[in-house]
């Protein structure tokens, strides 16, 4: 049963006696964010919490927004498209599912930021599709740091070779990279990955690419933000923790 707010007027003053269970979780994952960054004595607001919408319908988005959310990661285009007209115009936008090239098409400057840049087709689509609509998109590559095969996302050792191909792509601007767990890891697995991803982004952080500067590591969901948070996050994607199961 979700809570919503309830307002009394007690001699002028607005009395508010609960919490919406979005706002609720909402404020629950944001204090377990600053705990992270304190056990790890990083400054909390270099730490992004992107709230994942996939299938959450636009009044439960809603409900983060009203608590103080700006930003908001769609895993497929097609949700983000049906979505984002309905919402207000300072959200900012994050895809961070597996995009069909077939899908690129549809994008728009209001994207901020594509977190699963995985391929050589992908990143010659997206600035084919930047020359053409004047768009310089911002991305970061996904790395498939525990070779799961379930995962999608370019091997460690082929990274270096797929940012030598950003030079020839004017329209792209790479800013870092980002991995998904793997299904069957333990946490202590997990956490290693993550320390793997951060360090395989400071031995390239040293080498120089045009359109390359690999400031931001996306890792860490609503099982293991903590976590990721700990070996040098900078956004998190939490989705069920905010807003509860998916529908």
């Known amino acids: 049963m979700e809570w919503r707010r309830i307002y009394f007027i007690v001699k002028g003053d607005i009395l508010m006696l609960a919490k919406t269970g979005v706002e609720q979780r909402l404020?629950?994952?944001?204090?377990?964010?600053?705990?992270?960054?304190?056990?790890?004595?990083?400054?909390?607001?270099?730490?992004?919490?992107?709230?994942?919408?996939?299938?959450?319908?636009?009044?439960?988005?809603?409900?983060?927004?009203?608590?103080?959310?700006?930003?908001?990661?769609?895993?497929?285009?097609?949700?983000?498209?049906?979505?984002?007209?309905?919402?207000?115009?300072?959200?900012?936008?994050?895809?961070?599912?597996?995009?069909?090239?077939?899908?690129?098409?549809?994008?728009?400057?209001?994207?901020?930021?594509?977190?699963?840049?995985?391929?050589?087709?992908?990143?010659?689509?997206?600035?084919?599709?930047g020359e053409r609509r004047g768009i310089v998109w911002t991305t970061l590559v996904q790395v498939n740091i525990a070779r799961d095969p379930a995962k999608a996302g370019l091997m460690p050792e082929e990274v270096p070779d797929f940012l030598n191909s950003v030079r020839d792509c004017p329209h792209v601007r790479v800013q870092g990279v980002m991995t998904i767990g793997a299904l069957e890891a333990s946490l202590s697995e997990t956490q290693g990955y993550f320390r793997q991803l951060r360090e395989l982004r400071d031995t390239l952080q040293a080498r120089k690419w045009p359109g390359v500067d690999l400031?931001?590591?996306?890792?860490?969901?609503?099982?293991d933000f903590e976590l990721a948070i700990e070996e040098g996050a900078t956004f998190v994607r939490v989705g069920r923790q905010i807003f509860g199961e998916r529908n």
Request: with cysteine.
């Open 27 to 129: 404020i629950e994952v944001r204090q377990r964010i600053a705990q992270a960054a304190a056990r790890s004595k990083r400054d909390p607001r270099a730490i992004r919490l992107l709230a994942v919408s996939k299938t959450q319908p636009v009044r439960s988005i809603e409900e983060a927004y009203q608590a103080g959310q700006r930003t908001f990661a769609e895993n497929r285009v097609q949700e983000w498209l049906e979505k984002a007209p309905d919402l207000p115009k300072d959200c900012q936008w994050h895809l961070v599912g597996r995009l069909q090239t077939n899908k690129v098409k549809y994008l728009d400057q209001n994207v901020a930021m594509i977190h699963s840049l995985d391929r050589l087709s992908l990143l010659e689509t997206l600035n084919e599709q």
């Open 215 to 223: 400031q931001e590591l996306s890792m860490g969901m609503s099982q």
